[in-house]
């Protein structure tokens, strides 16, 4: 019912910049938190960042400094702006939106399919 695009990954030297973007369809009522994850080879997913529907934002400690989160609300559209780019930031990148569609009226986890970013040394 909420398909999830994202966009945005690919190989950047250490320093470098990326931006991703995840746009969210389907069915939509109304979108509370969006926010990023990633997972590196071996280990577990973490939260990297997250935006409530009123702005506020939460970071993990790792990157609080170098990332911003933001979201477009007519887009239904999250995004992370990533700066100063460390070799350890190379994951893959998911994009996870709390959704409520029509015909449930609650919030749902929903996931997008993730996006590799590769930070080179």
């Known amino acids: 019912q909420v398909h999830l695009v994202e966009s945005g990954g690919g190989l950047v030297q250490a320093g470098g910049s990326l931006r991703l973007s995840c746009a969210a369809s389907?069915?939509?009522?109304?979108?509370?938190?969006m926010g990023w994850y990633r997972q590196a080879p071996g280990k577990q997913r973490e939260l990297v960042a997250t935006?409530?529907?009123?702005?506020?934002?939460n970071y993990v400690d790792s990157v609080k400094g170098r990332f911003t989160i933001s979201r477009d609300n007519a887009k239904n559209t999250v995004y992370l702006q990533m700066n100063s780019l460390k070799p350890e930031d190379t994951s893959v990148y998911y994009c996870n939106v709390n959704a409520v569609v029509a015909g449930i009226y609650y919030g749902m986890d929903y996931w997008g399919k993730g996006t590799l970013v590769t930070v080179s040394s």
């Open positions: 935006i409530t529907s009123g702005g506020g934002t």
């Open positions: 389907g069915t939509i009522f109304s979108i509370n938190a």
